[in-house]
């Protein structure tokens, strides 16, 4: 909601991030015995001051979302606002009327602040911001999404394309930066991890590989199986490991040049096995969070994602500042979702924890019932 704010409150806007298409009144609380508020608020917090905050109306008299009020802040300084009483950018008072209640006012005045380079970058991130949600018959390429992303789709619409795209540009960063190269291709050996593939190429349809029956588009990812004789050993991503295929997924949006550098994955442990969901999720959190591929500006910042699989917790050091994990429940008897980090005891170091939990790793306490709040014993 808070990407989309930075461009419009519309339903394209929305749907681009991944976000159900719901009533503009489904996207406020209407618990009961409770007065139904007329807006929700949303506040987001960078590095360097920078502040983003909205305050979103919806109603049965209007047909989409709108803004109540909505400000950019930077180092406590408001660069523009909007609220009952008007628009404000840059010190400058606009009336009400200078801007729609559906677009917002940064995709509006944006081009129009000068000098602020870092506030610029950081919103531009959030505005990328998607959740991806990858499902078989888009990653092998016999379903096409309504809105295409780029540089794939949230539902893995386009993978051929992307990944003949990203492997071009690891050819053209082995040219100038080794170092970098030689860390993507530590990233792009999670394609392999499965066991049974050991490369990949993109090339046109053919029908001698792929039936005719069957519409993949013009480009077709193929994968070698090394254990099939040569002259037989080419396999479509319509033949292929639907998990193979949901690695080659992640290796885009870890690797791809025109990844977003902030997204959400809705089920991480989709297609994969309790093992290659940890292993997944491993090396995502090393991209994501160590300093050698920070330091080569390689795979994303910050990255949501959503489990139901035990195993996913133990990639995680909850020791670590970088990694979190939440719990997400309803509370009772209110029903209100609660989020609650999970967190060793204060002061604990990993031995204390090893001790107090008799050794179990994250997976065991969330299936032997040990993870119904936050762990302050």
């Not at 807006?39 to 909205?54: K, M, P, V």
């Not at 018959?137 to 295409?148: A, D, T, W």
């Not at 394609?191 to 029956?213: K, M, T």
């Not at 031995?351 to 994250?362: M, P, S, T, V, Y």
Request: net charge positive; aromatic share 8%; hydrophobic share 40%.
């Amino acid at each position: 909601m808070l990407s989309a704010g930075l461009e419009r409150l519309s339903h394209a806007a929305l749907q681009t991030r991944g976000v159900r298409l719901s009533a503009p009144t489904m996207f406020k609380s209407s618990f009961k015995n409770e007065r139904l508020r007329p807006q929700f608020t949303l506040d987001a917090r960078f590095d360097e001051g920078l502040e983003y905050s909205i305050s979103v109306g919806a109603g049965v008299k209007h047909s989409s979302l709108y803004y109540h009020t909505e400000e950019i802040r930077a180092a406590t300084k408001s660069l523009m606002s909007r609220g009952p009483n008007g628009v404000r950018v840059g010190g400058e008072s606009l009336p009400r009327t200078s801007l729609e209640n559906t677009r917002g006012i940064w995709d509006a005045f944006g081009a129009t602040i000068r000098g602020q380079v870092a506030t610029r970058r950081e919103l531009e991130k959030l505005q990328r911001y998607a959740i991806y949600a990858p499902q078989t018959g888009f990653l092998r390429g016999v379903e096409n999404e309504i809105l295409p992303n780029e540089p794939i789709g949230l539902l893995g619409h386009g993978l051929p394309a992307a990944l003949n795209v990203l492997l071009n540009h690891r050819r053209e960063v082995a040219k100038k930066n080794p170092a970098a190269a030689r860390l993507m291709r530590n990233v792009l050996d999670v394609v392999w991890a499965p066991g049974w593939a050991n490369s990949l190429s993109v090339e046109n349809f053919n029908d001698d590989r792929v039936s005719r029956e069957v519409k993949t588009g013009k480009q077709t990812l193929y994968l070698k199986d090394r254990f099939m004789r040569e002259s037989r050993n080419k396999l479509s991503a319509y033949d292929s490991s639907e998990g193979t295929l949901f690695l080659a997924f992640m290796a885009v949006l870890m690797l791809h040049p025109d990844a977003p550098k902030i997204f959400a994955l809705d089920n991480v442990d989709n297609a994969l096995n309790p093992a290659m969901t940890t292993a997944l999720l491993a090396k995502l959190i090393e991209v994501t969070c160590s300093e050698k591929y920070r330091a080569q500006k390689i795979g994303p910042e910050q990255v949501f994602l959503t489990s139901h699989n035990p195993t996913a917790l133990d990639a995680f050091d909850l020791f670590e500042p970088d990694q979190r994990i939440f719990i997400v429940s309803r509370n009772m008897p209110s029903g209100k979702t609660t989020i609650t980090p999970l967190l060793p005891g204060k002061g604990w170091t990993k031995e204390d924890w090893i001790k107090a939990k008799a050794g179990q790793n994250l997976s065991q306490l969330w299936i032997e019932g040990g993870l119904t709040g936050a762990l302050t014993l």
